[in-house]
């Protein structure tokens, strides 16, 4: 039985630049060994010894057609004040919620892709 050796969460984008390094400034990263303007990465995307995953970012002309969008959510202590951070590195602020003990944000980066940032109210 074969075993995975690392975990990505893979981007496909039009400028690989932009993206990796607008991820990398929000987590408070640097981007791994090798980056260039065909695909870049964070988070040791290639060590297998991490147990979480990695950031890739891919160089595509055109996204595919009914492929599944990306959902990523962040757990923030620093809630809302991240949210300003973001939107001020390029993120587009879309709505704000409370609800289920979880209050969070929901924003598009660069390009255009959905997360959250947001923190639980509640033990």
Known sequence: MASLSSLSITF???DVA???LFWAELLGTELDEGADEFVASI????NSDSLTPGMLFIKVDDRAAGKNPLHIDLDDPNY???VERAVALGAEKLASFDEY???WTTLK???GNLFDIGRRTVA
């Open 80 to 82: 809302p004040a991240d």
């Open 101 to 103: 003990g979880i209050e």
């Open 109 to 111: 980066d660069p390009e």
């Open 12 to 14: 496909d984008c039009h």
């Open 43 to 46: 988070g040791g995307v290639h």
């Open 18 to 20: 932009r993206q990796a």
